[in-house]
């Protein structure tokens, strides 16, 4: 992994957790429209709310910050989570509340940064 990946995993985390923390979040889907609430795609046109992975999915589309940098960043939950989940959408799905999820990003986030230092 070199620099580039790991800052740009780190600002994946970033983009997701703002997102989250602003009241856009969801469970049990990527992505719901913000009219209706309809389970979509992350990309889908008129999505209004998404869990940490959709969240982290638009984020890497939108930061054009490319599939290992994606990878990197969904590890990085992963080792990072306290829920006892080995996949993303679980721990999102048993969280209680979004802060919950937003502050483990913003953590994970600072991680990446720090080994970088």
């Known amino acids: ?8 995993a780190a600002e994946i985390l970033e983009s997701a957790a703002a997102v989250i923390q602003g009241g856009f979040w969801t469970q049990a889907a990527f992505a719901r ?4 609430g309809r389970p979509v ?3 889908t046109v008129g999505a209004g709310c998404w869990c940490a992975l959709g969240a982290m999915r638009e984020a890497a589309d939108t930061l054009r910050a490319g599939h290992l940098a994606y990878e990197l960043a969904e590890k990085t939950i992963e080792r990072r989570s306290d829920v006892g989940f080995a996949r993303v959408p679980g721990w999102n799905d048993a969280a209680s509340e ?8 913003w953590e994970a986030a600072a991680a990446l940064k720090e080994a970088k230092q």
């Open 41 to 43: 795609g992350h990309d």
């Open 1 to 8: 992994m070199n620099n580039t990946t790991e800052l740009k």
């Open 98 to 105: 979004p802060m919950e999820v937003a502050q483990a990003m």
């Open 33 to 36: 429209t913000a009219i209706g």
